[in-house]
Every structure is written in structure tokens, then in C-alpha cells.
């Protein structure tokens, strides 16, 4: 008997424990917190992937067409065609023509003008309902289009040659919830110079007989 009103006395007296209820309390709000940044943290990497994909798509796309001492380079629909593939397959687990578009436009001047900008050719891809914010093919054949980008800060092309501009608007994955980050939808555009001479009459069929299919931007697909 003595020794179990030793113990009961010992358990008065004792002072330590096990915060439970403070970490009740606290848990919740410390996974959140933890949950929010690992969802921002991806946001941020998205972001920056759909931007490299603006990037690759216009520097390549500045660069096809085939080589020849005898004549400028000619753009191909299969060039343009493989353009878009590659995309797809950077994007990787971006699922980019699920959840995206993307749009190819290849600004130039107005033949016969000197500095009259328009949209010659555009392709896109994706199953996102989002066309050109400057247009669609043909755009500015009336001296309405003084270039392609923000306001103040347009690229033009010049006489005789043409400039790859793309555009991207991807609808952001989540990794967690849609509620730390809803509706996120990231958009990007990127432009380069046509690297050498193009012929710049049109894009071309390599066998007329079987043509390659063109992506058309009244079309929404992907790669399913």
C-alpha cells in the first residue's frame, strides 16, 4: 500500500509529457503551409518548362528548312509537323496538347510593301480553346498589325526575311489541389529570327500526291 501512494505521489509531482494537444493544434496548419509551398514550388517549374518549350519551338523553328546552294530554303509542312512533336515530347508529363496550345506564327512583310507587317502562315496544336492574341493567318494585310508582342514592344520583321513567333497558354496541372493555386493558367511566347534565307512563298508539301496533314487553327487536337 505504501508503495503505490509512493507512486500516486510521484505522478502528482511529475512535470513531463507529451505535447498532443499542441501538435493537434498545430499540425494541420504546418502541413498546409508544406502542401502550399511544394504546390508553388511546382507552379514556378511549370512555368519555367513551358517557357524553355516557347523557346526551343522558335529558335527551331528559325532554323528548318533544307539546305541547297542553289536556291533559299524552303519550310516544309512535315518540318513543322516534326516541330510540334518534338514539342510533345519535351513537354513530357506536361501533357501539353491535353491541357495546352500551341501557336506557330510567321510574321513578315506585306510583298510589294517596305515595312507593312502580317501573319503569312500559322500551325497549332492542342485541345485548349486559345488562338493568337495578334491574329490568325492573314492577319495585317491591311497595314492593321504594326507587329507581334506587348504593346510598346512588338517584334518586326524586316523586307525579305521572317520571324518565328510562338505563342503557349497551358492550364497548370496541380500537384496537390487545385484550391492553392486555382484556375493557373500560364502563358508565354518567345520569337526568333529566320536564321538564313527562306523562300518565303509559302509552306510546302514534299509529295504533293501524299501530302502532310496541316495543322490548321481552326482545328483542336493533340497527340492521343
Request: glycine content about 10%.
Amino acid at each position: 500500500m505504501k508503495r503505490i501512494v509512493e507512486r500516486l505521489a510521484g505522478l502528482v509531482r511529475n512535470r513531463s509529457g507529451v505535447a498532443a494537444v499542441e501538435l493537434a493544434l498545430g499540425a494541420p496548419l504546418v502541413l498546409t503551409l508544406g502542401l502550399w509551398g511544394a504546390e508553388l514550388g511546382n507552379l514556378a517549374i511549370t512555368h519555367m518548362r513551358v517557357s524553355q518549350l516557347a523557346m526551343q519551338l522558335a529558335d527551331n523553328g528559325s532554323r528548318i528548312g533544307d539546305e541547297s546552294m542553289l536556291e533559299n530554303l524552303k519550310i516544309y509542312e512535315s518540318d513543322i509537323n516534326d516541330l510540334l512533336v518534338g514539342a510533345n515530347i519535351q513537354a513530357g508529363k506536361l501533357d501539353l496538347f491535353e491541357h495546352g496550345r500551341v501557336v506557330i506564327s510567321s510574321l513578315e512583310v506585306v510583298p510589294g510593301t517596305e515595312d507593312t507587317q502580317y501573319i503569312h502562315w500559322q500551325r497549332c496544336k492542342g485541345k485548349r480553346n486559345f488562338q493568337s492574341s495578334y491574329g490568325g493567318e492573314g492577319t495585317g494585310t491591311d497595314g492593321s498589325l504594326s507587329g507581334m508582342g506587348p504593346a510598346g514592344e512588338e517584334v518586326t520583321a524586316t523586307e525579305g526575311d521572317a520571324v518565328i513567333f510562338v505563342e503557349i497558354e497551358y492550364a497548370y496541372q496541380p500537384l496537390v489541389s487545385q484550391r492553392f493555386v486555382p484556375d493557373a493558367v500560364i502563358r508565354t511566347t518567345a520569337t526568333f529570327n529566320v536564321r538564313a534565307d527562306r523562300d518565303l512563298t509559302q509552306a510546302y508539301q514534299r509529295n504533293a500526291a501524299a501530302p502532310n496533314p496541316i495543322a490548321r487553327c481552326n482545328v483542336y487536337d493533340g497527340y492521343d
